[in-house]
C-alpha cells in the first residue's frame, strides 16, 4: 500500500543543501564566512526551492581539522559569530520553510577541548576513562597497527606526562572519545539536547561507524594493513549507540532526523546502519562519488542500493560533491555539460539528494598555490569560498581565506540568476519538477533498458509517472521513449515532444 505524500516524514521528501560555513558568506568583511552570511542568503536558497540545510561544525575550535576538531560542543566560534546568530539563523530559515541541520561531531574532541584537558592530566583523574588510553607494546611502540587519517602515520600519540598513548583516529589533536564509557555517551547526548532544545531539525553525525570500537583494539589485518582505521572501523557497539541516539531525537517533537556519515567501503556495509528503523534515519552512501561518468557503473551502484536497502525498507541518500571530496565538476573532467546532466541524474534518483554549497553555480575546485594550503587532508580546492557578485571580491572580504574558483565572476550567483540558461536555473527547476511530482519525490525506481552509454529509469507513484534519460556515452543515442520534456539538461525541447534523440552528456526528464 503506497504511502500518501503528506504522511512521509519531511526528510524523505526533502532537498538538503549543505553550508560548509568558512566557504560559504562572509556577512563582515574579513574573508572567512559566517552565521550571519548563511542567513543573508537565505533567500537565495528559498528560491532556489531547498527544504533544509545542514552547517558544517561552527563551533569554537583551534582550526586543526578546520572546525572537526571541537573545543566546545555548544558554543559557536568568534570567526563564525555567536549564538544569537544562530538562533536568528534558525529562526530565519524556518519563516521559509527550511529546516536547519547542524553537525553532531561524537567521534572525537579536540585535544584543547576541557575533557580532554581533565583526562590528560592524571591517570586518577575522573576523565582519564573519557578518552581512549593504553600502554605500548614496548618502548615506542603504540598498541597496535592503526594508521590515522591524513598523515598516513599511527592512529596513537604518547603522552609524557601521564607515560601512555591515546588513540586518535584522526589527527593527534583529535583525540577519539571512549563511548564504552556511559558518562560519555550521556555528555554527548547532553549536547544533543541543547541543540534541539534551540529547534534545530537533527544532526548530520559525523563518523558515526567509528564511536564503537573492539575493546581488546587488534591490529588490524590483510588487505586493510596501512589503510586509515577510520575507513574500516566496524564494531556491534556501535549500533547500540545508535539506537540511543535515536531515542534522544524521539523524545522530541518535530520528526527530528539523524543523518549518519557511514564512510565505508561499500552499501553493504552502510546498510545496516539503518537498523529496523531503530537507528539513523538516513545514512550517507557514497556510492556515487565513487562512480566514474560511465552508464553501466551508474546502473551497477544503483541495483546495488536498492538490492542493500530496499529489504530493510532504509531510504537512500545521493550526494556527489561536499567538503571532503573534489567537486563532481572537476572529477568529472570540467565539462559543464556533464555537470548539469549529473545535477538531472541526481535529483530525479529514489532518495533523498545532498547538494554542496555553490554546486548549483556549476563550480569547479579552486586551484590552490602551494603557500596557500592550509588544509591537511587536501581538500581546500572543494571548500574554496562561493562567488555571489560578479564585481572584483564577489561578495567578501578584500583577502578571503582561499582562493575563489574558477571564472568567478560569470559563475557568481548574481551573474548566473540573470541568465535564465544558466546551471542555476537548471537546479532550480529539477527542484520546482520534484515538488510538482510525487513520482520524484517519492516513487518506486525501476531501471529500463537503453543504448550502450544511457541510463534509464522510470519513477512512479501512483497515477504519478516520470522517466529519466541521460546519455553517458560518446556519441548522440536515439532512445525509443516517448513524452513530454519536462526538463532537460541543456534546456533544448522543454515543454515539448521527445523527438528520440539524446545529445552525448545530455539528460531529459520526460513526462507521459
Known sequence: MLERPDQVPWWRRAVVYQIYPRSFADANGDGIGDLDGARQRLDHLAWLGVDAIWLSPFYPSPMHDFGYDVADHTGVHPLFGTLDDLDRLVAEAGKRDIRVIVDLVPNHTSHEHPWFQASRSSRDDPKRDWYVWRDGRGPGEPPNNWVGAFLEGPAWTWDPHTEQWYLHQFLPQQPDLNWANPEVREAVYDVMRFWLDRGVAGFRIDVVHCIGRDPELPDDEPPWVGIPHCAINEHPSTHEYIKEMRAVVEAYDGDRVLIGETALPGTRWVAPYYGHGDELHLAFNFAATHAPWDAER???????????????????????????????????????????????????????????GGEEL??????????RVVD?????????????????????????????????????????????????HLYRRLLAARRRSDALRLGHQELLDAPAGVLAWRRRCGDDERVVLVNMGDAPATVAATGTVEVASDGRGEGAAFDGVLDVDVAVVLRP
Not at 556527489?320 to 559543464?336: A, V
Not at 556549476?362 to 603557500?371: S, Y
Not at 560578479?390 to 548566473?416: C, K, N, T
Open 376 to 424: 591537511p587532508g587536501g581538500r581546500d580546492g572543494c571548500r574554496a569560498p562561493v562567488p555571489w557578485l560578479r564585481a572584483p571580491g564577489h561578495g567578501w572580504g578584500p583577502d578571503p581565506w582561499l582562493p575563489f574558483p574558477p571564472e568567478a565572476a560569470e559563475r557568481s550567483a548574481e551573474a548566473q540568476r540573470a541568465d535564465p540558461t544558466s546551471i542555476l
Open 362 to 371: 556549476g563550480l569547479e575546485d579552486a586551484v590552490v598555490p602551494p603557500e
Open 298 to 356: 551508474w546502473r551497477q551502484r544503483i541495483e546495488r542500493i536498492h538490492e542493500e536497502l530496499d529489504p530493510r525498507g532504509a531510504w537512500p541518500t545521493w550526494v556527489l560533491s561536499n567538503h571532503d571530496m573534489p567537486r563532481h565538476r572537476t572529477r568529472y573532467g570540467g565539462s559543464e555539460a556533464r555537470a548539469r546532466a549529473a545535477a538531472v541524474a541526481l535529483l530525479t534518483q529514489r532518495g533523498t539528494p545532498f547538494l554542496y
